[in-house]
């Protein structure tokens, strides 16, 4: 059914005001929303093509075409792009719109286009509209519209937020991600073996998923789009991505404590890892990178002494030159200077077997610390304990059933046979020397290190070997 419409004066103001808004390129506000007419449309819109008076079609109310091919051309998260066939012989388009968001919305006259499309612009992110395009002709001041065509179409929704690994086994990886409400659904898509693949489709309150269809030391990568659904189809929202490997979890603890200030993480092995990545927190919600270690042993700086922190390991494979993490381990220490049941002072010496370094702590603070070499592991070991220096000598001669060994500075700590000296016999330090070319049970130190501790160090100072 067609109806006649007349512009009455104190809507345009006479025929000349009506002749003005039709046949110009217009730029036509509506609650705020500027909406772009023929000067912005697509080079790709087809065009209404000039006619003259002899070669234009005549139509009758009842005979105007109804609009085919309404689409939409193109979205963003805040706009619309829509065309539809051109009609020859008709003045132009009135475009309506209503709100789908809005219960109880009705159609309102949105713009008047010349052309066969239009920007609609200044939407509501991940928002449905419906549109009513009809074709219309004028004659002396009265404009006759003819049968109107419907769709709906929607904006992109916002990216899909907190998308995360929740939890995963040997054979399983799990997934969440918060729940967007100006979403239809969820496109998760995965890559395998280099391939990416539309992997599963949710509906708005699904919030996770357990994939189970894994290989166990394969990396695996997830993206994850919040959609429209429309007449057109799906429209996706920006992607958010996660890469894992099946079965890298997080590494048992293998006592890991804090003493002496600091903390020492000391956990198994993970399967498939190529290293470990440490975070801490104070507060548990603001978590900062320590560091990296290839090992399953990792000790803090000095902690501030009775202060709670929290640590989360892990385990990482490299992959075409990235790292990725799989699970995390999460401990919890209060930092104290506690060791072997002792309270230790604020002078000390402070050895670590497995970070393979010293420390040499006066008065609170650092001031000496070195890689060192201690005992031969497994054949040799340096005694674990409290022990404190009891002599100093310059130089001397060590002797033992199968070595004698000539120092500069020497400072034993347990009788005559075990303590720290100078090693200048190495040309390095640390690592894992000790283990294969490790002393005879002392603590080994580069020449210059000795000798600076040497020149301070007082009979009487305690020496912590853990």
Known sequence: ????????????????????????????????????????????????????????????????????????????????????????GVDGYRVYRRDDNKAGSNYALFSIAKTAGMDIRNLGTGSKYSFKVTPYIKDKGTVT?????????????????NFRMTDETKSTISLSWDRNDRAD??????????????????????????????????????????????????????????????????????????KLGRVSLDFEESKYADGYQIYYSTDQVNWEHLGDTESTHYSTSRLEDGKTYYFRIFPYMTVDGHDITGTYTEMSFVANKEIYDKTVGDTYVEVSLDDQHMWYIVDGDVYLDSDCVTGNYGSADTPKGFFEVNSKA????????????????????????????????????????????GSHGCVNLPPKIAKEMYAVMEVGTPVIVY
């Not at 008076?53 to 609009?67: F, G, L, M």
């Not at 199968?402 to 500069?408: E, F, P, R």
Request: glycine residues 10%; negative net charge; charged residues 25%.
């Open 1 to 88: 059914m067609t109806k006649s419409i007349t512009f009455a004066p104190h809507d345009l103001q006479g025929a000349a005001a009506a002749k003005s808004v039709i046949e110009t390129p217009l730029l036509h506000t509506v609650t705020g929303e500027r909406v772009f007419g023929a000067s912005t449309a697509d080079e790709a819109v087809k065009t209404t093509a000039t006619k003259s008076a002899e070669e234009k079609k005549e139509y009758t109310a009842d005979s105007i075409p109804q609009v085919t091919g309404l689409k939409r051309l193109s979205e963003k998260p805040d706009s619309i792009r829509i065309g539809w066939d051109e009609i020859e």
């Open 145 to 161: 519209e003819g049968k109107g065509t419907e769709v709906t179409f929607g904006t992109a929704p916002t990216d899909v937020e």
């Open 185 to 258: 659904g969820y496109l998760l898509e995965r890559c395998y073996k280099g391939k990416w693949s539309d992997y599963q489709t949710f509906d708005q309150s699904t919030t996770e998923f357990t994939d189970t269809d894994l290989e166990a030391g394969r990396a695996y990568y997830y993206r994850i789009s919040a959609f429209r659904e429309d007449s057109t189809g799906k429209m996706p929202g920006a992607k958010s991505a996660i890469r894992t490997v099946a079965g890298l979890l997080g590494p048992e603890d293998d006592d890991s404590a804090s």
């Open 394 to 437: 310059s130089p001397c001669t060590l002797k033992g059933d199968d070595y004698t060994s000539y120092v500069t500075y020497w400072m034993p700590f347990i009788g005559g046979g075990w303590g720290l000296h100078d090693a200048d016999w190495r040309s390095s330090f640390g690592g894992s020397i000790y283990k294969g070319n």
